[in-house]
């Protein structure tokens, strides 16, 4: 069991950029597969990004070359830079930390609001 909280959300004019963090605790962080996850008004939840116990990444492509996930193991955080921000981008932010043969652990969001 790990337990996530988020923060670094905010409003953002587009075109600007925003770094989110997830610190984890109350298990062995580093074992685990992190992502990012956001869900928009009306919309269902999507991966935004992942990256393994060993730092390997994966995004949506809506978010490619944009965004960068990362993360610091010594400090049991997960990050999520995003650049080149767009309207489309607003959406709560959640992170989540998946092992196989466990039940996915989720933060309880961040908001994210790209406007002008």
């Known amino acids: 069991q790990v337990q996530l909280v988020e923060s670094g959300g905010g409003l953002v004019q587009p075109g600007g950029s925003l770094r989110l963090s997830c610190a984890a605790s109350?298990?062995?962080?580093?074992?685990?597969?992190m992502g990012w996850y956001r869900q928009a008004p009306g919309k269902q939840r999507e991966l935004v990004a992942t990256?393994?116990?060993?730092?390997?990444?994966n995004y949506a492509d809506s978010v490619k070359g944009r965004f960068i996930i990362s993360r610091d193991n010594a400090k049991k955080s997960v990050y999520l830079q995003m650049n080149s921000l767009k309207p489309e981008d607003t959406a709560v932010y959640y992170c989540n930390a998946h092992r196989a043969f466990q039940p996915d652990s989720w933060g309880q969001g961040t908001q994210v609001t790209v406007s002008s």
């Open positions: 990256i393994s116990a060993v730092g390997t990444t």
């Open positions: 109350g298990s062995i962080f580093s074992i685990y597969v």
